[in-house]
């Protein structure tokens, strides 16, 4: 569709008519030449003598152009877009963080795949989120990973594929054989001071005790609060698990209620999927549909055509003058 930037400037089109109505014409002296054979002249020329001014005759072919090229300089002036079709195009309105802890207890084999085999808890974990993050269309999603000390491993990103490739590659004790999930749940804070989105949320799943956080998960999980972030904790395995790798369901129900999130407990695969099922059901999906017409100029186009018309215009002038004086040089020639 052709539209026009500034369509407003079409009220300059009688602005040469008014130009004529109400500015002097243009005048031109030229030195009188005597010449004895002046009366052929006259015959020659077809032109009559008289006093005073001669007023030059403007052709109808010439008027046209002038107007023509006027219209196409006013053309040009507007601004000629043409509008392309409209692209559809979502825009997340949830920034979505998960926190993977790669601590040494995730090796224990306790966890069974969805063909029946035994497999350590991140195999497990790692099958269930493949599945949860590719129903996650339309959110920006980010990866930490955490052990001794946080890793960023995903910033916040559209690209879940990547998310989803990247925690294929992650092993157990990569970031550390111990757990801080407080400075983990930190560096999670961090990422989200660039969001922009009002939507924010922290999935942190760990299967251990805090032994290695500079900061309490508490105390992390209170500054989180005040930044409109809510965390859901996923705790899995063995709770009657004892010594440094037992479960400390107390500190993530804290972190949780603290943030307005949820506490589950994964005991196996299955317990597994339908905590993700859950929280894919109360964390849904958030887009805004944006939709915009690009726009492409094209005033090159009458711009084009007024210098062609002009250039033909002037080509024709040049040719009729040089007929005009061959058609004088010979009946000057055969004149008696």
Partial sequence: MLAFAHPWLALLAPLPL?????????????????????????????????????????????????????????AVLMRPQWIEPPLHRDEPTRDLLLLVDLSGSMDARDFVDAEGRTVDRLTAVKAVLDDFLSRRRGDRVGVVVFGDAPFALVPFTTDLDLCRG??????????GPRTA??????????????????????????????????????????????????IHTVAIGDPTTVGEDKLDETALRDVASTT??????????????????????IE?????????????????VPLAAALLVSLLAQAVRLLAHGYGRALVARRAGTAP
Wanted: aromatic fraction near 8%; include cysteine.
């Fill in 181 to 230: 999930l407080g400075d983990a749940i930190g560096l999670g804070i961090g990422l989200f001071k660039r969001s922009e989105v009002k939507a924010r949320t922290i999935i942190a799943l760990t299967d251990g005790n805090d032994t290695a956080s500079r900061v309490p998960p508490a105390e992390a999980a209170g500054v989180a609060k005040d930044r409109g972030i809510v």
């Fill in 166 to 175: 990247m925690l294929r590659d992650t092993v157990v004790g990569m970031a």
């Fill in 18 to 74: 008014l130009a004529w109505w109400l500015l002097p014409a243009h005048t031109a002296s030229r030195a009188g030449l005597r010449v004895p054979f002046f009366a052929r002249l006259v015959v020659l020329t077809g032109q009559q003598p008289r006093q005073g001014g001669v007023v030059a005759p403007r052709s109808l072919p010439r008027l046209a152009t002038l107007v023509l090229c006027w219209g196409l300089v006013l």
């Fill in 284 to 300: 849904t999906r958030r887009i805004d549909t944006v939709t915009v017409r690009p726009k492409r100029d094209v005033y090159w």
């Fill in 260 to 281: 307005g999130g949820g506490f589950f407990r994964a005991l196996d695969r299955a317990g597994l999927v339908q905590i993700y099922d859950r929280l894919d059901g």
